[in-house]
C-alpha cells in the first residue's frame, strides 16, 4: 500500500500564493509560487525569503549524560557547546559515511535538540533509539518551522526581538515573535544572514501572514532553495552526502570538532573513527569540489566528468542555473589527481562534452552574520 503524502500546516496558505506543489520527501510541498523561481532567488537574496521547512524532522533527545552519549555517534565536542548554541553535525557509519547531516543545539544540561533532514528522519530516529536505549527520543511532531532568510531578515524580527544583533551566528534563544512563543535560530541553508524559527503548528498559519504582510517578506519554495544553497556550496543529502560518502571526501572535515581529531584530548570515540581520522591524516582518493560550466545551459546531476583526454575521473552530484552568477553551475566528486583549482576538465551531457573547470566554493560568499 503506498504511503499518504503529508502536508505541512502551511498547505492551504502555500497553495493560496499559487505555489506549485510537489512531493518531496513525503510531503506535498511548494517547487515555486507564481513569480517563479528567478524571482524568488533574487528577492532572497536582496530582501527576506520565507521557507515552510516544517517538514524536517525535529526531535529531542533527553536524559543523563545526554551530551558523552550523542557523542558516541557524531564527531563533534557536545560538552563543549553553552546553552543555546548550535553545531553542524553528521550522523556515521562504520564505514565513515554519513547517514544524516544536521543541525544540533544545546537546550539544556540534558537535553539537545537535533533537526534533521526530511528524507531521513525515520531511519535517524531508530538509529538513535537503537543505540541510545537510556535516552529518550522525543520526536516533536507538533512543531512547525519556518526560516527566513536575507538581508532585511534582521530588521524584520527586530520589532519583535530588539536585542536580536546580539544573537550571533548559530546561536539560538526562546522569544516571543509577532506574539507567538517561538524558538529562533540564526543559522539556515542559503548563505545570507537568517534565522530558522520553530514554533507550535496550530499557530504557523497566523505566523506566516503576519509576516508576510511585511512587503520585504515572500515566499520561497524548493526551486530556489536549490539554486541559492548552490550557490553557497552547502551539500544535500542524497545528493552530495550519502552513507557511502565520507565527511573528509565530502570536504567538511570543519564539522569535526578538534578535540575528536587526531591528537585531540576526545580523540576519536565516533562511529567510522578509524576511517575518518586516517583519511585527515593520509588524504582520500576522491573529494567534492565546485564546477563553473561553460555557455548556458546546466549540467545536472549524474553526468559524467572527463579528463580533456576522454578518462572518466568523477560525477556530477547537484547542478543548476545560478541566478546570481548568471551562469550554470555544479558540484562533482573528482579523483583528487585531477582535482585542483583551475583544472580543465569535460562534462557529458546526451552525449555532448561540455567544458567545465574546477573552482573554488562557495560560489557566493557567505553572509553569516559574526560579532
Same mark, same amino acid.
Given at each position: 500500500?503506498? *504511503?499518504?503524502?503529508?502536508? *505541512? @500546516?502551511?498547505?492551504? !496558505? ?7 506543489m ?11 509560487? +507564481? ?24 526531535? =529531542?533527545? +533527553? ?25 553542524? @553535525?553528521?550522523?556515521?557509519? #562504520? ?19 537535533l ?34 532568510q ?13 536585542? $536580536?544583533?546580539? %544573537? ?8 516571543t515573535? !509577532? ?10 541553508? =542559503?548563505? #545570507?544572514?537568517?534565522?530558522?524559527i ?7 498559519? +497566523? ?5 508576510? *504582510? ?15 544553497? %548552490? #550557490? ?5 543529502y542524497?545528493?552530495?552526502?550519502? /552513507?557511502?560518502i ?30 575518518? !581520522? ?10 567534492? /569540489?565546485? %564546477?563553473?560550466?561553460?555557455?548556458? @545551459?546546466p549540467?545536472?546531476q549524474?553526468a559524467? $566528468? ?6 572518466k &575521473? ?9 541566478p =546570481? ?6 558540484? @562533482? ?10 583544472t580543465? !576538465? ?9 567544458? &567545465?573547470? &574546477? ?9 553569516y552574520?559574526?560579532?
Amino acid at each position: 500500500m503506498a *504511503t499518504a503524502i503529508k502536508r *505541512t @500546516a502551511l498547505y492551504d !496558505l502555500h497553495t493560496d500564493y499559487g505555489a506549485k506543489m510537489v512531493p518531496f520527501a513525503g510531503y506535498h510541498m511548494p517547487i515555486h509560487y +507564481a513569480d517563479g523561481i528567478m524571482h524568488e532567488h533574487f528577492h532572497c537574496r536582496g530582501r527576506a525569503g520565507l521557507f515552510d521547512v516544517s517538514h524536517m524532522g525535529q526531535i =529531542t533527545v +533527553a536524559g543523563s549524560n545526554v551530551a558523552r552519549e550523542l557523542e558516541g555517534l557524531m564527531p563533534v565536542d557536545l560538552e563543549a557547546l553553552a546553552v543555546d548554541q548550535q553545531c553542524y @553535525a553528521v550522523l556515521t557509519n #562504520e564505514r565513515g559515511g554519513v547517514i544524516d547531516d544536521l543541525i544540533v543545539t544545546r537546550r539544556g544540561n540534558e537535553r539537545f535538540s537535533l533537526v534533521l533532514n526530511a528524507g531521513r528522519k525515520g531511519c535517524d530516529v531508530e538509529h538513535l533509539r537503537r543505540l541510545l536505549p537510556s535516552l529518550d527520543i522525543i520526536i516533536e511532531e507538533d512543531l512547525a518551522l519556518l526560516a527566513l532568510q536575507g538581508p532585511h531578515a534582521v530588521e524584520i524580527l527586530r520589532d519583535s526581538m530588539p536585542w $536580536i544583533d546580539r %544573537l550571533n551566528f548559530m546561536r539560538g534563544c526562546r522569544a516571543t515573535v !509577532l506574539g507567538f512563543d517561538c524558538y529562533v535560530s540564526r543559522c539556515g541553508y =542559503t548563505g #545570507e544572514d537568517g534565522f530558522e524559527i520553530a514554533l507550535l503548528a496550530n499557530h504557523a498559519l +497566523a505566523f506566516a501572514e503576519q509576516l508576510l *504582510t511585511d512587503g520585504n517578506v515572500a515566499w520561497v519554495g524548493l526551486g530556489a532553495r536549490d539554486s541559492l544553497r %548552490l #550557490e553557497a556550496g552547502l551539500c544535500l543529502y542524497g545528493q552530495d552526502l550519502s /552513507v557511502d560518502i565520507t565527511p573528509i571526501e565530502a570536504c567538511i572535515g570543519w564539522s569535526i570538532s578538534r578535540s575528536r581529531r587526531t591528537g585531540g584530548a576526545k580523540e576519536g570515540g565516533f562511529i567510522g573513527a578509524e576511517t575518518i !581520522l586516517r583519511q585527515q591524516s593520509v588524504g582520500v582518493s576522491r573529494r567534492r /569540489v565546485g %564546477l563553473a560550466v561553460e555557455g548556458r @545551459a546546466p549540467v545536472r546531476q549524474g553526468a559524467v $566528468i572527463m579528463q580533456q583526454q576522454g578518462a572518466k &575521473v568523477g560525477e556530477v552530484t547537484s547542478g543548476g542555473f545560478g541566478p =546570481t552568477l548568471n551562469a550554470p553551475l555544479a558540484m @562533482a566528486y573528482i579523483d583528487v589527481e585531477s582535482s585542483g583549482l583551475g583544472t580543465p !576538465l569535460l562534462a557529458l551531457v546526451r552525449g555532448l562534452e561540455r567544458a &567545465v573547470t &574546477v573552482v573554488d566554493m562557495p560560489r557566493v560568499p557567505h553572509r553569516y552574520y559574526r560579532r
